[in-house]
């Protein structure tokens, strides 16, 4: 699996694959892109990542790869990105650093009791769109969604000692 690497908490993402035991590399440029299997867009910001896309050349490939039908794990700056009109991957409408200062960052259970929920400055999926499946919420809301092979999450599953989600996604070969 790749983890798109210019900016943010890429390095999480890759040890959290590795604890699936699942191989990860690091992807800064196109052509790393070749041959891998998915993808994860970690979190970071997401107006810093957008540009470094643009600047190095690399969002015609990204996007490019996400419709190609890779799974792909998009978590937080990376949901805003899936959303955005330049990937356009997930018909979801997310609001940016919804939860304010007081809540920048705090720890939850979904409704459901299956994800430990790790949030930081985290988006709030304010509208879902017909193709969109939502996964799992959290006091009602979408926290986890999924349209075709892209999964969003507005939290940070990297950040929790079991890889269930990365193990999820891109684990059955
Ligand atoms: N607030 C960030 C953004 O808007 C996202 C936060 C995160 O990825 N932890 O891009």
Same mark, same amino acid.
């Given at each position: ?31 790393? =892109?070749?041959?891998?299997? $998915? +993808?994860? *867009? ?5 107006? !810093?990542? @957008?540009?470094?896309?643009? %600047? /190095? ?15 792909? =794990?998009?978590?937080?700056? $990376? +949901?805003? *990105? ?5 990937? !356009?991957? @997930?018909?979801?409408?997310? %609001? /940016? ?9 705090f720890v939850a ?7 430990d929920l790790v949030f ?54």
């Amino acid at each position: 699996m790749g983890v798109l690497a210019l900016q943010g908490g890429f390095a999480a993402h890759v040890a959290a694959l590795r604890r699936a035991r699942i191989g990860a590399v690091e992807v800064r440029r196109a052509n790393e =892109l070749e041959g891998l299997r $998915g +993808l994860v *867009l970690p979190g970071g910001e997401s107006t !810093a990542m @957008l540009s470094l896309l643009r %600047r /190095r050349g690399l969002l015609a490939a990204v996007s490019e790869f996400g419709r190609q039908g890779h799974p792909v =794990l998009a978590t937080c700056a $990376g +949901l805003i *990105l899936a959303a955005s009109p330049e990937l !356009a991957w @997930l018909d979801v409408t997310v %609001r /940016r650093n919804a939860y304010g200062s007081q809540r920048a960052s705090f720890v939850a259970q979904s409704d459901d009791g299956v994800h430990d929920l790790v949030f930081i400055r985290a988006p709030r999926v304010d509208r879902v769109g017909s193709r969109v499946e939502v996964l799992a919420r959290w006091h009602g809301e979408p926290v986890l969604v999924q349209q075709g092979n892209v999964i969003g999450a507005t939290f940070h599953p990297e950040l929790v000692s079991a890889s269930q989600l990365h193990a999820k996604i891109f684990g059955a070969a």
